[in-house]
């Protein structure tokens, strides 16, 4: 990530400084003339002193000029090149020391526990002995709070002693800077995300040394550093995130890889994915040996053309999903029943069919096994669920377990307006799979921690439609496709992405988008921290009658004002 702050900016500086220069040039030149015209009146010696004294002085402010500039070259050089907070903390001393005329430079972190600030970083021949054992605290009522730095921090801006020496604020440190010969010192706050985190400290063997230009670029150095502050915090986050990212796409492989259920991937008339369980279902010693084969080298003659036909039906979109049972081939000849139960996907951009099987044998033979593996496949389809609830919260990190609680506070909410357990179960899982369409929003956009772009934001807006296509082939007693299309519409037809109103919108989305709404933002997400449950209660308040169902929002309210009921963990 590029951390250099705008060029723009500093070279305008640079130009500002630049004029300055030619300024005080140009005022030699003036006051060079007038001494001497001085000379011509007679005085000459008086004027060639004057003379001498003025070009001294201009010289020594066109110096000064020079290291400023220098020195904010040198800086940004620094922000563009340093991977670190450490490695550039460094480089800004030193800057300061070789190319900013400064004599002693040094960089202290804030101890929150202590309110004490401990050095970090330091430049200067006699840094090392001016810090040995130096107290500095940030306590406005401590003697050794009064000096720049405690300043600059209680006050968040830059603190000038000229006469660092004499000044009775500086009295704790009197001793140490005769010692090392320091006249004047100088703080300035170094900020990130908007808090002080670390201030800079400077030390000057001469007097007025921080003039108006002086100051004006040591600020400009100190926003800059602090911007690049700002961008290693959000570089960590992101990697963190991305980390976080990896970490659950690994859950999520050992969760398929130690399923009771085989699991499989069709992609091109190939198996590209077996997991150990079915390997071991069907006599194979290990899951490899059956990638790469048609799918078909596992089905017995006789369902051959059956199964063909299904891959072939999701495979070009006619069916979405398809549960079905045939026999199963074995490595060393015997078959098993199998049944299987398979949906149409995506994989790297292509068609393919994602699906899990079991072993029926036993169920064709008794009916008491065959209620057996009835449940087991129910089991199966909740798993699949969260399987699916698991796979969108693998590639969004930032709302890991957002589906799953949405689900959890929609069954609640049904079960207090009325509904029976098995129209709560249907709630569990149409709020479980309500985000499903997010599976086709590229991962990038999910993480990203900058604004939308139209065209990222028009993307996101369209889930609900891909998630309604994802689940309206599933034959299932509950309309889970219509909540997944309906749960961003409202009650005024404000909503999307149909624009519903009223009784229009079924009282199962009514449910899932009042629960979506409570949990969003309770929770943080990439770009804002969480707004906390009263806040999220308070815009359900808000938008009843127009927003949100009266009778849905109402039962919200009870649930967690009078009820004790609390977000799902």
């Not at 500086?13 to 030699?28: K, P, Q």
Request: charged share 25%.
């Amino acid at each position: 990530m590029d951390i250099a702050a705008d060029p723009d900016e500093p070279n305008e500086h640079i130009a500002s400084i630049e004029r300055r220069i030619a300024l005080l040039e140009a005022d030699l030149e003036i006051a060079l003339q007038a001494g001497q015209q001085l000379s011509n009146g007679g005085d000459r010696s008086m004027a060639d002193m004057r003379n001498i004294t003025i070009r001294r002085d201009a010289e020594a402010k066109i110096r000064r000029q020079t290291q400023l500039y220098a020195s904010l070259s040198r800086c940004n050089e620094a922000i563009a090149r340093c991977t670190s907070v450490e490695a550039l903390f460094q480089e800004l001393c030193r800057v300061a020391v070789q190319y900013g005329g400064m004599q002693i430079a040094w960089i202290g972190q804030i101890d929150p526990d202590t309110r004490l600030l401990w050095p970090v970083a330091s430049a200067g021949d006699q840094a090392a002995g001016y810090l040995d054992g130096i107290e500095i605290s940030l306590d406005a009522g401590s003697p050794f709070g009064q000096g720049p730095v405690g300043i600059a921090v209680r006050e968040e801006q830059p603190a000038w002693f000229e006469d660092f020496q004499n000044d009775p604020r500086t009295a704790p440190w009197h001793e140490r800077c005769a010692r090392f010969g320091l006249i004047a010192g100088a703080a300035l706050p170094l900020r990130c995300s908007g808090a002080v985190i670390a201030v800079v400290a400077l030390y000057a063997g001469l007097a007025r040394v921080f003039d108006e230009a002086t100051r004006d670029l040591l600020e400009r150095m100190a926003a800059d550093v602090g911007f690049a502050l700002e961008k290693f915090e959000h570089a960590a986050a992101r990697a963190q995130a991305l980390n976080e990212l990896r970490e659950s796409e690994q859950r999520y492989r050992g969760l398929v890889e130690q399923s009771i259920a085989g699991v499989y991937l069709i992609q091109d008339e190939e198996l590209v994915y077996v997991n150990p369980r079915m390997a071991e279902m069907l006599g194979y010693d290990a899951a490899e040996e059956l990638l790469g084969q048609n799918p078909l080298v596992i089905v017995a003659e006789k369902d051959r053309g059956k199964v063909a036909e299904n891959i072939r039906l999701r495979i070009d979109g006619d069916v979405d999903r398809l549960g079905y049972s045939f026999k199963a081939l074995c490595k060393h000849g015997s078959t098993i029943d199998i049944g299987a139960h398979g949906a149409r996907a995506t994989y790297r951009g292509r068609p393919a069919i994602i699906g899990m099987m079991q072993d029926i044998t036993e169920k064709v033979r008794t009916e008491e096994l065959t209620r057996r593996h009835m449940a087991q496949l129910e089991s199966a389809f909740m798993s699949t669920v969260q399987m699916a609830t698991n796979l969108t919260d693998v590639r969004d990190s930032y709302t890991s377990g957002h589906a799953r609680r949405v689900g959890e506070i929609a069954a609640v909410i049904g079960a207090e307006i009325g509904f029976d357990a098995r129209q709560q179960q249907g709630l569990l899982v149409a709020g479980s799979l309500h985000d499903i369409g997010k599976i086709t929003i590229p991962m990038e956009i999910l993480c990203n921690l900058d604004p939308l772009t139209p065209v990222e934001r028009e993307l996101i807006r369209k889930h609900p439609r891909t998630g309604y296509d994802i689940l309206k082939g599933i034959d299932l007693p509950w309309p889970v496709a219509e909540v997944a299309y309906q749960h961003h519409e409202r009650m005024d037809g404000s909503g999307y992405p149909q624009g519903l109103r009223g009784d229009d919108i079924i009282i199962e989305a009514r449910i899932v988008m009042v629960a979506d709404v409570v949990e969003s933002m309770s929770q943080a997400r990439p770009y804002r921290l969480g707004l906390g449950i009263d806040r999220a209660l308070a815009e359900i308040e808000r938008g009843i009658g127009t927003l949100y169902d009266a009778v849905v929002a109402g039962a919200c309210l009870r649930l967690f004002r009078n009820s004790g009921f609390a977000l799902p963990e």
